[in-house]
């Protein structure tokens, strides 16, 4: 619903993310960024920041519900990282890998991001972490949905800034969660 309260709602980050990705998050970071380069992860979010000129076309719902989807698991992953304590931090079979188990998530020729993040923001990516307000990036993702299912609702002007404000703010997250990743990543042989 969007008519929620600024209350965060424990329950909102778990509904994008299944029993084994809630608990193993870190786990589930990587095989995104296995999956689809960082590159690849940023050009999504433009596909869905472009929704705002192009719309949303019939008979392509499914494909934007899927980019808005991993929108929505990137800040519930971001949010369970960000809530662990120190102690999750230290343990090694959280963070260590096979390089079977890294699959394609970095190679010699991808670049380190370094677009929105400060350069403290960028030595210490967990402290950026937990400065993000993960549920107002949800409710702001749930009114951009609402805006490109009844564009006429909503007042053009005032909602077009907030939403590139919203994914500035994504960008930065995905930036600071790859980099996350990169900082903790250990590989075994």
Not at 35 to 53: A, C, I, S
Request: net charge negative; hydrophobic share 40%; with cysteine.
């Amino acid at each position: 619903s969007l008519d929620i309260t600024k209350v965060e709602n424990r329950f909102a980050a778990a509904a994008y993310l299944s029993r084994e990705e809630g608990q193993h998050p870190f786990k589930t970071l990587m095989k995104i960024f296995s999956k689809w380069e960082y590159d690849m992860l940023k050009e999504n979010l433009r596909k869905v920041h472009d929704f705002l000129d192009d719309g949303m076309e019939e008979g392509y719902l499914s494909m934007h519900n899927g980019l808005i989807h991993t929108q929505h698991k990137m800040i519930a992953l971001g949010a369970k990282l960000a809530r662990e304590d120190g102690a999750y931090f230290q343990r090694a079979d959280i963070f260590t890998f096979t390089y079977e188990e890294v699959g394609c998530f970095w190679e010699h020729d991808h670049y380190m991001p370094f677009h929105h993040l400060s350069m403290s923001e960028y030595k210490d990516p967990l402290i950026t972490l937990r400065k993000f307000d993960f549920a107002e990036l949800n409710r702001k993702l749930h009114a951009y949905t609402a805006f490109l299912v009844e564009r006429n609702r909503f007042e053009l002007d005032d909602e077009l800034l907030a939403f590139n404000e919203l994914f500035q703010q994504l960008e930065r997250l995905l930036e600071t969660l790859y980099l996350f990743i990169l900082q903790r990543l250990r590989i075994r042989n």
